[in-house]
C-alpha cells in the first residue's frame, strides 16, 4: 500500500484527523507508516474507518511503531492474543474510562500510545473523547505558567482502587494492591520528545497530590488545572462505527469513553505502544553525532 493513496483530513483545527486510502489488514510500506506517524504527531489522534483488523493485523500495525504492552493487568484479553485487551460493556459490566484520563499515568515510563478498535458499537451512544493538553497549556496565563514550570505531581493508581476496595478484606487488598501497582512523580508540565512542545500532564483519574503543597492547596491547584482542561475548543469527539480505528499520542492527549449507552453493549479491542520507536531513534542517532 503507498503513502500515494493515504489522505489526511482534519476534524477540529485543534486536534484530530481521519485517515483514508490504505487497508491496515495490507502490509503497508515504510513511507506509508511514516506518514501515519507525521499525521499523529500533527493531530495528536487519527481515525481510519472500515478496517475490520484481525488479531493478527492488529498487533502488525502497532509493531510498526513500537512494543506494544504486556497483558493488562485488569482487564481481558483476545484469546491468543495476550496483548490486546478487551473492553467489553454493558449493564452488567458498567465501564469505568468515563473521565478524563491519560492511561496508566502511575507508571514511571508511561505508554507511547494506543490503538484501538471498534469491534461491536451501540446504535447511538458510546462516543470518545480526546483533549489537547499543549493547547490547554498554551492557554493557561503566563503566571500560571511561571508557577507550574517547576512543580511534580504524584500519580496512582487512582480509578482502580475500586476493583480492591470491596469485601471484609478491602484495607488489605488495597494495601497489596498499592504495592502491586506503585506509584510515579512527574512534572506538572512535560515537554514532548519530538516537537518538545510543553503540555500540561495532570489527569483526572490518577493525579493525586502536587508535591511541596498541603493536601488542601494541592486539591485546589488540581481542580483548577482539571476545570481549565475541560473546555470543547481543546477536544474532540468521535462518533465510532463498527470496524472503525482510533489512535492516539497518549503522551499528550486525554480521553474519554462517553457511558451514555448502557444498557447496551459495546466491545472494543485496545493495544497500547510502550515506545515510540521513531522517537527513539532520534535520540539514538542524536547521542551518537
Not at 507508516?33 to 483488523?53: K, T
Not at 510515579?184 to 508540565?189: Q, R
Not at 472503525?244 to 472494543?268: E, F, G
Request: hydrophobic share 40%; with cysteine; glycine share 6%.
Amino acid at each position: 500500500m503507498s503513502v500515494k493513496n493515504l489522505k489526511i483530513s482534519k476534524l477540529t483545527p485543534t486536534i484530530g484527523a481521519e485517515l483514508s486510502g490504505i487497508d491496515l489488514n495490507g502490509e503497508l510500506d515504510a513511507a506509508t507508516l511514516d506518514a501515519i506517524y507525521g499525521a499523529l504527531i500533527d493531530n495528536l489522534v487519527i481515525f481510519f474507518r472500515d478496517q475490520d483488523l484481525s488479531p493478527a493485523a492488529h498487533l502488525r500495525f502497532t509493531r510498526s511503531f513500537g512494543e506494544p504492552e504486556p497483558p493488562h493487568p485488569i482487564y481481558p484479553h483476545v484469546d491468543e492474543f495476550e496483548n490486546i485487551v478487551v473492553l467489553a460493556n454493558d449493564a452488567e459490566t458498567p465501564p469505568d474510562t468515563d473521565g478524563w484520563h491519560a492511561d496508566v499515568t502511575f507508571k514511571p515510563n508511561p505508554p507511547f500510545a494506543s490503538i484501538l478498535s471498534a469491534r461491536h458499537v451501540p446504535e447511538c451512544g458510546g462516543d470518545t473523547m480526546w483533549a489537547n493538553m499543549y493547547a490547554a497549556y498554551d492557554a493557561l496565563p503566563a503566571g500560571m505558567k511561571a508557577d507550574l514550570a517547576d512543580l511534580q505531581a504524584v500519580h496512582d493508581m487512582g480509578d482502580f482502587r475500586n476493583n480492591f476496595a470491596t469485601g471484609p478484606d478491602a484495607g488489605e487488598k488495597l494495601t497489596r494492591a498499592h504495592g502491586r501497582f506503585g506509584s510515579a512523580v512527574h512534572p506538572v508540565v512535560m515537554h514532548h520528545p519530538v516537537t518538545e512542545r510543553p503540555f500540561l500532564y495532570v489527569n483526572e483519574g490518577f493525579t493525586q497530590h502536587i508535591v511541596g503543597l498541603t493536601a488542601r492547596q494541592s486539591r485546589r491547584l488540581i481542580g483548577y488545572l482539571l476545570d481549565h482542561m475541560n473546555r470543547p475548543e481543546y477536544q474532540v469527539r468521535f462518533r465510532w462505527q463498527n470496524n472503525s480505528l482510533a489512535m492516539w499520542d497518549n503522551r499528550v492527549t486525554q480521553h474519554y469513553a462517553v457511558a451514555d449507552y448502557l444498557p447496551a453493549y459495546r466491545c472494543m479491542h485496545r493495544v497500547t505502544v510502550v515506545n515510540d520507536r521513531r522517537a527513539d531513534a532520534n535520540v539514538t542517532l542524536a547521542k551518537a553525532g
